[in-house]
Structure formats: C-alpha cells, structure tokens
T-cell receptor, first 110, second 115 residues
Framework: DAKTTQPPSMDCAEGRAANLPCNHS???????VYWYRQIHSQGPQYIIH???NNETNEMASLIITEDRKSSTLILPHATLRDTAVYYC???????????FGQGTTLQVKP | DVKVTQSSRYLVKRTGEKVFLECVQD?????MFWYRQDPGLGLRLIYF???????EKGDIPEGYSVSREKKERFSLILESASTNQTSMYLC??????????????FGSGTRLTVV
C-alpha cells in the first residue's frame, strides 16, 4: 500500500499562505491523492484530490510533482478557522478505501 | 446540504452489551465506511460496503460486524462490547462504487464509552 509521510505539526501566520507537504514515494500510477482536514471534535472534511495535474477549488490548491512522489496543499490565505489536522491520503489501489495516517496539525496564529 | 447522520453523539454502554451504531446518508451514495479514531492511532478502517447487502473487512474488523439492508443505512454492531472498544466512531459515504474518485462525506462521530 502506498504510504504517506507528513510533518507532525506546522505553524502559519493568519493571512499568509499555508503550504502543507506530503511525500508518497510509493504511489502507483492510478492512485489518487486526497486531502482532508479534521477540526477538533468533528468528522474529517474533504478538501481536494488529484491524480497528476494541479487542482484548485474554493478551499485550496493541490500541487503534485511531475514524478507524483510528493504533493503540497496550499491554503492561500489562512485564517484561524483553518487550524486543524490535515491528512494527506493515497487511495489504496482503486479500491475506494482511504487509509488515514497521522496527519499534520496546522496551527494558524494571529 | 448533503448529510451523513450518526444516530448518537455520545453513548455509554456496559461491558458485554450488544451495541448498534447507526449511520444514514441522504446522498444516494453507493459506498459507506466505518472508522474508529483513537489518540495516537489516527483513523482506522473497520468495515466498508460498496452496495446493499455487501460488506468487506477493513483493517481492524475483529469484534465488530456490520449490516447494510438499505442503501442509505449502514450499521456497525459490537456483538459484546469491551472496554478496548471505547473510541470515537466515524461513518462516511462516497459515490462511485469500487473505483471511487470522489471525496468522502463524514458524519460528526459517535463517542462510545464502554464501562
């Protein structure tokens, strides 16, 4: 199974861009990268996903390297409400199952 | 607004009881999942289902079973609750059958305490 590696924690100043890295060096060609976040005491919330092209939606941008071995989630203007645990996940071999790792705790500071 | 609804936010049960955790989604999703979340261990997949009456084991199915009699409802059953099943239980659903390319929608979770 493709595994992901994320830093355990990061800080970001309010109003600045938050760039959250993820390594997934064993990813297969047909496996998607997903990003979720979990705010304390709530269920995880879907943010964005991609295969090999960069993706953008109203919440964030996802940059995937050409070799697909790593990706970066970008929150363009972080707010205090973006403080959460962010999970980078590779879908396990087109099974539809998402296996969560430990994630990155992002602390947005005023 | 689309929703995944879990029947209880907090639940306290006694050791040995049979416990039912209910999850209902209103999005006509094919896939449904049960996870548990524990400090230091993250979210772990217990069981999932790609369709009505179908079920497959996740990474930690021991001590659990599931039922999916209707598309919108996925129940997690603890046959004989034990204290090591005290946890936050999260239900999720998604479109797409087996080869899903869409995001999951999660419920708010049920915090189960077994005493």
């Amino acid at each position: 199974d493709a595994k992901t590696t994320q830093p355990p924690s990061m800080d970001c100043a309010e109003g600045r861009a938050a760039n959250l890295p993820c390594n997934h060096s064993t990813i297969s060609g047909n496996e998607y990268v997903y990003w979720y976040r979990q705010i304390h005491s709530q269920g995880p919330q879907y943010i964005i996903h991609g295969l090999k092209n960069n993706e953008t939606n109203e919440m964030a941008s996802l940059i995937i390297t050409e070799d697909r071995k790593s990706s970066t989630l970008i929150l363009p203007h972080a707010t205090l409400r973006d403080t959460a645990v962010y999970y980078c996940i590779v879908e396990r071999g087109n099974t539809g199952k998402l296996i969560f790792g430990q994630g990155t705790t992002l602390q947005v500071k005023p | 607004d689309v929703k995944v609804t879990q029947s209880s936010r907090y639940l306290v049960k006694r050791t040995g009881e049979k416990v039912f955790l209910e999850c209902v989604q209103d999005m006509d999703h094919e896939n449904m999942f049960w996870y548990r979340q524990d400090p230091g261990l993250g979210l772990r997949l217990i069981y999932f289902s790609y369709d009505v009456k179908m079920k497959e084991k996740g990474d930690i199915p021991e001590g659990y079973s599931v039922s999916r009699e209707k598309k919108e409802r996925f129940s997690l059953i603890l046959e004989s609750a034990s204290t090591n099943q005290t946890s936050m239980y999260l239900c999720a659903s998604s479109r797409g059958g087996r080869h899903v390319n869409y995001g999951y929608t999660f419920g708010s979770g049920t915090r189960l305490t077994v005493v």
